[in-house]
């Protein structure tokens, strides 16, 4: 996590890309935003279309030579591939999770609608059981969708990007 962390850092000085920011700024554009994480935003960064956010960028790199331009597009690139590599791996954990989880509710489920129910609290702890257990499934269900959502959305980030500095890269070329 550190080395990560340094690693961000270094590029932030490279080519002035903030990982942190730049995410808030693009899930503002996207419309992905919640009203307190939009209180908390500069005005100068709220973005209410493509091309003003594409402006921002231009503007932003426009002072950038050619060959830095090339090499900040390489860096998009390889944050890109990272990117797939955490999304594929996503897309595994996810089902085996599912299954992994389900597997031991439907045993647990099985375990207690066999067992005697000799009154009305055993019963109702029964099914106080179940819903725990429920409650769980349904919590790590929604947390591994939250992190899918956020590697793709980091990637289309990294896309997006990249497509406007190599645009920037092409028209630097032909002129």
Same mark, same amino acid.
């Given at each position: ?89 996503? @897309?595994? %954990?996810?089902? &085996?999770?599912?299954?992994?989880? #389900?597997? !031991?509710?439907?045993? /647990?489920?099985?375990?207690? *609608? ?31 969708? @939250?992190? %899918?959502?956020? &590697?793709?959305?980091?990637?289309? #980030?990294? !896309?997006?990007?990249? /497509?406007?500095?190599?645009? *920037? ?7």
């Amino acid at each position: 996590m550190k080395k990560e962390k340094r690693s961000n850092n270094i590029r932030k000085n490279a080519y002035d890309f903030d990982l942190k920011e730049e995410e808030k700024i693009y899930k503002y554009v996207c419309g992905r935003m919640t009203n307190r994480e939009k209180k908390k935003m500069s005005e100068n960064n709220k973005f209410t279309s493509y091309g003003c956010w594409k402006k921002y960028i231009v503007d932003k790199y426009e002072n950038y030579s050619y060959e830095r331009l090339v090499d900040f597009s390489h860096f998009l690139n390889q944050k890109i591939r990272n990117i797939k590599l955490e999304d594929d791996y996503w @897309i595994i %954990l996810i089902p &085996v999770t599912l299954a992994i989880i #389900l597997d !031991k509710f439907m045993n /647990e489920f099985t375990e207690i *609608m066999n067992m005697e129910i000799n009154s009305i609290l055993h019963g109702i702890i029964n099914l106080f059981a179940i819903s725990i257990v429920l409650v769980m499934v349904i919590f790590m269900i929604a947390k591994l969708g @939250i992190q %899918l959502v956020k &590697v793709r959305e980091q990637e289309n #980030l990294y !896309k997006d990007y990249k /497509e406007i500095i190599d645009e *920037m890269i092409k028209n630097e070329r032909d002129t």
